[in-house]
């Protein structure tokens, strides 16, 4: 088989891709290796910075979001005791919406099968070869147990921090920057209408909290815990008194529910640089990971395939590599601002470990970005997503 641009992995930053190159007229065959029912079901991010929705709605994947989403105009802080509000869209002019991946994954698929575009689940072995800038790029896979060949001009690595993409790069070519975090996120799914309208950032003594939520029925809550603790520990009744204590606000109650889902997330920050090897370019997780207390890992993946798909639109209607070899460079420079965010907000709000003197920083810097409006629009223009970047 031959096409465009061959791209590994049918999560958010593959299939916007794929969609952006279609409009284009840019031919493109997208292999995942999990079947389409895993894929649609994995729950993961819900919090869409403007841009993202821009983008979504921009290649024509935008109606369900733009009926169910709720739309979120700031945050709440809440630290000794107390719950101040961080009104992100009256400083800002932005909002963020609330809508789960797995439901943009929904969209995006049923849009890309809609005009039968080739997009194969379940592909094994999957190996990328021969993509030095002078080399013949393909992509070798198994699927229905016959192994497959698929040449291309380029390569998408979309495929997530554990695909084969990033690690197929020579030794040397890459450089890695990580920060791995002394705990992790117990996460919970709830069937339970969200006790808040915005999401609530919680830093109490026992560690960070979270209270998220997917929509006007179903809760989503975090709880920090030991990087290798067990879930078998924690029973639905132990979650929701750990929550309940750390949500403890007077005169407000958390509402409690079945709990559907629960999982372990590890907290770290990754960066690769360069996110590109000759004609093979990474996009979204394949190259950096951001810890999700800024909430950015599925925004970024979005502009990274924005940034691509204009540098292959530029390369094959001019032939001029220009964009293409400036890629990772611009990419990069939006990494690097919301890795520094992701980081801002995580050591904001997490226990970082038994030193007083931390908790002291941590209060005073809560106070000051509750406080004063130069931290506040600091933060905003943070959460709600840079636009210029
Ligand atoms: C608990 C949690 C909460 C999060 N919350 C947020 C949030 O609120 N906001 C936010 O913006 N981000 C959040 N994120 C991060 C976000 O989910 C990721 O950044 C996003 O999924 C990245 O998209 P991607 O397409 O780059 O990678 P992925 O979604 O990982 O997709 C990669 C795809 O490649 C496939 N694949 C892997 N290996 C192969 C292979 N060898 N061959 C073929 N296919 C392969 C995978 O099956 C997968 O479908 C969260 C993440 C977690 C875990």
């Not at 916007?16 to 079901?41: F, K, P």
Request: hydrophobic share 40%.
């Amino acid at each position: 088989m031959r096409t465009q641009v061959g791209i590994v992995g049918a999560g958010p930053a593959g299939l916007i891709l794929a969609q952006l190159l279609h409009l284009a007229g840019i031919e493109s065959v997208i292999l995942e290796n999990r079947s389409r029912e895993y894929v649609e079901h994995r729950v993961r991010a819900g919090l869409l910075e403007q841009g993202t929705v821009d983008l979504l709605t921009e290649i024509g994947a935008g109606e369900r979001l733009k009926e169910e989403a709720l739309e979120h105009h700031g945050i709440y802080l809440q630290f000794d005791g107390r719950r101040e509000y961080i009104a992100a869209t009256e400083i800002t002019g932005r909002s963020i919406h609330i809508y789960g991946q797995q439901e943009i994954v929904k969209d995006l698929i049923a849009q890309r099968l809609g005009y039968d575009g080739p997009l194969l689940f379940e592909v094994d072995d999957v190996a990328v070869h021969d993509f030095d800038k002078h080399g013949e790029p393909r992509i070798t896979y198994t699927h229905e147990g016959r192994q497959q060949r698929l040449e291309c001009d380029v390569i998408a690595g979309c495929d997530g921090f554990h695909g084969v993409c990033r690690p197929a790069i020579p030794k040397g070519v890459l450089t890695t920057y990580q920060r791995e975090y002394p705990f992790a996120w117990l996460g919970i799914l709830a069937e339970v209408a969200p006790s808040t309208d915005e999401l609530i950032y919680a830093h109490h003594p026992n560690g960070f909290a979270l209270h998220s939520m997917r929509s006007s029925t179903v809760s989503r809550l975090y709880l920090q815990v030991k990087p290798d603790e067990q879930i078998e520990y924690w029973s639905d009744k132990r979650i929701w008194a750990e929550l309940q204590t750390r949500f403890a606000l007077a005169g407000w109650t958390l509402q409690e529910g079945p709990v559907i889902e629960k999982g372990i997330t590890p907290m770290r920050s990754f960066v690769t640089e360069p996110m590109q090897s000759g004609r093979l370019y990474l996009a979204g997780d394949a190259a950096h990971i951001v810890p999700p207390t800024g909430a950015k890992g599925l925004n970024l993946a979005a502009q990274d395939v924005r940034v691509l798909a204009e540098a292959l639109v530029a390369w094959y209607s001019t032939g001029d590599t220009a964009q293409l070899d400036g890629y990772s460079d611009r990419a990069l420079r939006r990494v690097w601002r919301v890795q520094d965010f992701s980081h801002y907000m995580t050591t904001l709000l997490h226990r970082l470990g038994d030193d007083p003197f931390d908790d002291r920083l941590q209060r005073a810097r809560l106070e000051y970005v509750t406080s004063s409006d130069a931290a506040a629009k600091s933060l905003a223009e943070n959460y709600v997503g840079l636009p210029e970047y």
